[in-house]
């Protein structure tokens, strides 16, 4: 079964450093997509990067890179030069190809930022 | 324009009662989903409609009903609310053409079973 780990349930950073957030990930597909969505207090849920299982290159996106290691399963999300306006949950997810038609993206538990000034 | 919006923002209710929450989008999207978020910010996939037909259903208390009346749209009526039931509800979308097939979120319903 496809699973999700953050293991990080809260981080500090601050402001102007860059932060690494933590993600692992369990699927037996070998063709996968791997997201990061950030959750702002107000609630609403905003895509930041994409990882396909066949890309050669890490995603970057802007300030977000993602650091991934697909021997080892891992999809860390890098944040530079951390603003204020950063702080919010951040949540890792996956979606499978074959196994579920691509219908199905499950989520990480989420790894809550504070960015101090 | 907003991309998927759904209604009500907010939902307070009474145990017992039966409620129902909207979503549409106007992304073109063939396929529509709806997420469940509780108390501690865990999102769980519930529904997964493509092209108005269910294709996943994560045992779901049979009290969550979803529709799909065409591929725009995705209702989630609820009946006998229980005070489980109290969460954040995110309709989603997204397309299962080539590429990242990434979801575009709603701005999800608050709801609070009293």
């Known amino acids: 079964a496809q699973k999700i780990t953050q293991t990080q349930p809260g981080m500090f950073v601050q402001e102007k450093e860059a932060v690494t957030l933590d993600c692992t990930y369990d699927?037996?597909?070998?063709?996968?997509?791997l997201f990061w969505y950030k959750q702002p207090s107000s609630g609403e849920m905003i895509f930041l990067i994409y990882q396909g299982s066949y890309d050669q290159q890490n995603a970057t996106e802007g300030r977000y890179s993602l650091n991934f290691q697909k021997a080892r399963k891992s999809a860390n999300l890098v944040i530079s030069a951390s603003q204020l306006g950063d702080s919010a949950m951040y949540f890792c997810?996956?979606?499978?190809?074959?196994?579920?038609?691509?219908?199905?993206?499950?989520f990480g538990a989420g790894t809550r930022l504070f960015v101090k000034a | 324009d907003t991309a998927v919006s759904q209604t009500p923002k907010y939902l307070v209710t009474q145990m017992g009662n039966d409620k129902s929450i909207k979503c549409e989008q106007n992304l073109g999207h063939d396929t529509m989903y709806w997420y469940k978020q509780d108390s501690k910010k865990f999102l769980k996939i519930m529904f997964s409609y493509n092209n108005k037909e269910l294709i996943i259903n994560e045992t779901v208390p049979n009290r969550f009903s979803p529709k799909s009346p065409d591929k725009a749209h995705l209702n989630l009526h609820i009946n006998s609310l229980e005070l489980g039931d109290s969460a954040v509800y995110f309709c989603?979308?997204?397309?299962?053409?080539?590429?990242?097939?990434?979801?575009?979120f709603g701005s999800g319903t608050q709801l609070s079973v009293l």
């Open positions: 989603a979308s997204s397309t299962t053409d080539r590429g990242r097939k990434k979801l575009f």
């Open positions: 699927t037996s597909d070998p063709s996968y997509g």
């Open positions: 997810a996956m979606r499978e190809g074959r196994n579920t038609g691509g219908f199905k993206t499950i």
